[in-house]
């Protein structure tokens, strides 16, 4: 016999088959006497007594095996060939048909299609591949009335009438499936919600293990929301190896209250932490939720803001604002005085700004900032406080340290320009010391800063002045056309000038114009001056601006400063063509007409870093041909005078033609 063998069934079975007629038809006599018959009757007499005994133990235990068979809430079914041989009430309640009717049908029959597979896979794998016992799988059975029941089944290999049987035992879990169902609809509904923001959000209970996480949480962890299950929180988000300092899940666990802090990851990352304690309904906490979010930028982004508030962007040191509460803050102090305030102002910032661009004022900023702060103690407090300007706490210096303060800034000004003559560093220096101890040291800046400007007053032009030279020593290193184009345009333009009979005031501007018309160039940057072929139109534009740049660099110079519109006006053309202002004709100054002239010429018959130089014969055909368009008719006519070697008289006079 196979398997399980179902014994209260068999055994009753047995039992019934006895017939009782011969427990009381037959009478077995007492033998007084003690011989082998007597033995014999007393112990069949004994035998029938037991076997007695045993029936009415079966019977009992048949109305018991049968009680809790046809009482049990299970569903209870014996198939035999796939036809149902018992089914108790449970099983008739189940799917709403008789007990009776059950009896000899297929319990396939009542299999919900979809499921049926399934159902005979384990009953296949119970009968065939000796399984015995199948515990816990989820079919759907229809009922009678059309009504879909989930059923958790668990199959049993038996013995019925010497035949294997398969002994079901099926409990409704309906309830159950839908409540798992609504379950998973509001886990799907709160997912949905959950994955769609940017906070971790993590269930934690009190041992600091996941329960579940949202989508962002397990893409930090870089796992799914199985495998992050019942990871230790600390490990799985920070990456540590020991509960976060500050935890906020073991503050909201202890306190049942929400709690907050910051946490950091051990690759550099900082979270906002938010824990709130979930309680069961007898109040007790079981864990927490807890919301992470990435402040890591915020926090750079805020540390940059506070280091913007105390600092200068531009060369590092401490700005106005941090300067102001520093001098507050030394007021409110005993035991600091004397302390002196010390200015300085880089001279000709402007010259150089105007002149050569802001990044090079900038970057002369830097080396003032920098030499300042070779100059001063770790201690004193150096702060950037205007555009050119600077200023300096110095706590317990008197006048005698002062002074030589001031001398160690002009010496390490004088230093720098030792090696750098391109273009000087100037500095006006101003310091004051507190008088007296109660000196409010806003009144010490104040008078440093009055002295600064009485020294800045004194130097003003002389700085303006090594500014321009160092530019005009740049242009001659540059003299980009070729060596000597400058000097070779002075002796064309006074000849022109002179030819035409102009005044001697205006021969010596023009002088002067032919040697510096291009101060602006020294600004240009050398690929674009020195590139070996035609310029592109970005790199025309940047060139264009270049009598801009002169014209300002000549007003910030005395001896410049006469000439500053002719540099201006320099590349205007006779037929309103040119730049930067479009003039056109006699609005265009006589100096700039005659200049324009000289300069082509010599640009023609000089070398250029994108071509040869033209022969003079073609020049002078090309100067011709410009008259009236590119230059002034009349001064092309007293240029090619010359070069034909006609006399001075017969060159029409500039100033006559124009009167007739």
Not at 213 to 220: G, L, M, R
Not at 342 to 357: P, R, T, V, Y
Not at 636 to 653: A, C, P, Q, R, Y
Request: aromatic share 8%.
């Amino acid at each position: 016999m196979k398997g399980f063998s179902f014994t209260p069934f068999t055994l009753i079975s047995a039992i019934k088959s006895i017939d009782r007629s011969f427990l009381n038809s037959y009478y077995i006599p007492e033998f007084k006497e003690k011989d082998e018959l007597s033995v014999l009757s007393n112990e069949v007499k004994n035998l029938l007594e037991r076997l007695e005994t045993y029936q009415r133990e079966i019977e009992d235990k048949e109305r018991k095996y049968s009680t809790v068979v046809e009482n049990s809430a299970e569903a209870i079914f014996v198939t035999q060939n796939k036809i149902i041989r018992y089914a108790n009430p449970a099983a008739s309640k189940l799917l709403g048909v008789a007990k009776e009717e059950l009896i000899s049908r297929s319990l396939e029959d009542f299999v919900f299609a979809d499921d049926l597979e399934k159902k005979k896979k384990h009953v296949v794998d119970l009968i065939n591949k000796g399984k015995k016992v199948i515990y816990g799988f989820d079919f759907r059975l229809k009922a009678a009335d059309g009504s879909i029941k989930w059923v958790e089944g668990s199959l049993v290999l038996i013995d019925w009438d010497g035949s294997d049987a398969v002994l079901y035992f099926l409990n409704d879990v309906t309830y159950r499936k839908i409540m798992e169902e609504e379950y998973q609809r509001l886990l799907d509904e709160k997912n949905l919600v959950l994955d769609g923001i940017e906070e971790l959000v993590l269930f934690i209970d009190r041992d600091m293990r996941i329960i579940t996480a949202n989508k962002k949480a397990c893409e930090v962890a870089g796992r799914s929301r199985e495998e992050i299950f019942g990871g230790k929180c600390y490990e799985l988000i920070p990456k540590g190896k020991e509960i976060c300092k500050s935890c906020p899940v073991l503050e909201a666990i202890w306190t049942k209250k929400v709690a907050a802090g910051e946490i950091y990851s051990a690759d550099g990352r900082i979270w906002s932490a938010k824990a709130t304690p979930v309680k069961d309904k007898n109040g007790k906490v079981t864990g927490a939720v807890e919301v992470l979010l990435d402040i890591t930028d915020k926090k750079k982004y805020e540390e940059r803001l506070k280091h913007m508030s105390m600092y200068d962007s531009l060369t590092g040191l401490y700005n106005r604002a941090y300067f102001e509460e520093e001098i507050n803050r030394l007021s409110l102090m005993k035991g600091k005085f004397p302390a002196a305030i010390l200015i300085a102002d880089m001279d000709g910032l402007k010259e150089i700004n105007d002149s050569m661009g802001h990044s090079k004022g900038d970057e002369m900023l830097k080396i003032c900032a920098d030499l300042l702060k070779g100059v001063l103690r770790s201690s004193d407090v150096l702060a950037r406080i205007g555009g050119d300007e600077f200023a300096a706490v110095l706590p317990g210096v008197d006048e005698e340290k002062a002074q030589k303060i001031v001398q160690r800034v002009y010496d390490a000004v004088d230093r720098y320009n030792e090696k750098h003559q391109e273009i000087p560093l100037s500095i006006s220096v101003g310091i004051a010391v507190q008088e007296r101890e109660n000196e409010p040291l806003e009144e010490t800046f104040k008078k440093a800063d009055d002295l600064m400007y009485q020294n800045k007053l004194l130097k003003q032009s002389s700085s303006r002045s090594h500014v321009v030279r160092a530019l005009l020593a740049a242009l001659k290193e540059k003299d980009f056309i070729s060596a000597g184009h400058a000097k070779r345009l002075e002796e064309y333009c006074v000849k022109m000038g002179q030819k035409m009979g102009l005044s001697f005031e205006k021969i010596a501007d023009l002088s002067l114009l032919a040697q510096v018309h291009d101060l602006g160039k020294v600004v240009i940057p050398d690929e674009i001056l020195f590139k070996k072929g035609p310029l592109s139109e970005e790199e025309w534009e940047i060139m264009r601006q270049h009598p801009v740049r002169g014209s300002r660099i000549a007003l910030s110079s005395p001896d410049l400063a006469g000439i500053a519109d002719l540099i201006l006006k320099h590349h205007e053309r006779w037929d309103g063509k040119g730049y930067p202002l479009g003039l056109k004709g006699e609005d265009i100054p006589i100096e700039c007409r005659i200049l324009a002239v000289a300069d082509a010429f010599d640009a023609m018959t000089n070398d250029r870093p994108y071509r040869r130089a033209m022969k003079k014969e073609e020049a002078l055909k090309e100067i011709k041909n410009e008259a009236g368009k590119q230059f002034d008719p009349q001064v092309v006519e007293v240029f090619l005078s010359m070069f034909t070697g006609k006399d001075d008289k017969e060159v029409i006079n500039l100033n006559e033609k124009r009167a007739n």
